[in-house]
């Protein structure tokens, strides 16, 4: 499933013709991955989530694709062509919450991920509601992303009650 994934992110990047444009969104690109990997920082010990490789690719690999083709493709997908009106700006939040949160479920439905301490699909929903619009913060606003995501993971700390230590 993961390696379709990766497949299909390449093939619908390369489709549209948006990989010429990335360095426009390189710096939203690196936010994307970034806060990803300071959740892998955070919680190596206690996860809320694990993606179940498959195809006989180790677990590190998966998560690697994931980190650097699934999410700058997704990141140049949803910024691209950015709608201007308000009701097309929330369509378009929906449409990728929409997206993420098919392939999650059936990611679910097939072993493909694994929740932990009590997460599950509608966290991600939940999830998935914050990031998309805190994708678009970055690209317009970085540093009032990044202190808006300070105080997203402090919440989230002490709300899933993350040890860190």
């Not at 929330?90 to 993420?100: C, D, F, P, Q, S």
């Not at 317009?140 to 995501?149: N, R």
Request: glycine letters at 4%.
């Amino acid at each position: 499933m993961h390696v379709s994934l990766v497949l299909l992110s390449i093939f619908a990047t390369w489709k549209q013709g948006k990989w010429k444009n990335w360095s426009q969104y390189h710096a939203t690109i690196l936010y994307l991955i970034s806060m990803n990997l300071l959740y892998f920082f955070l919680c190596k010990d206690q996860l809320l989530w694990r993606i179940v490789p498959d195809m006989g690719i180790s677990y590190v690999v998966t998560e690697l694709l994931y980190l650097f083709v699934i999410f700058p493709a997704t990141v140049l997908l949803y910024l691209s062509n950015y709608p201007t009106t308000t009701v097309r700006k929330v369509l378009r939040i929906l449409k990728w919450v929409g997206i993420y949160i098919g392939f999650e479920a059936l990611g679910n439905a097939f072993g493909k991920i694994e929740y932990f301490r009590g997460w599950n699909l509608f966290y991600s929903f939940l999830f998935l509601c914050m990031m998309f619009p805190m994708l678009r913060l970055h690209y317009v606003k970085p540093l009032l992303s990044y202190l808006i995501s300070l105080f997203i993971i402090i919440i989230l700390i002490f709300s899933l009650n993350i040890s860190l230590s």
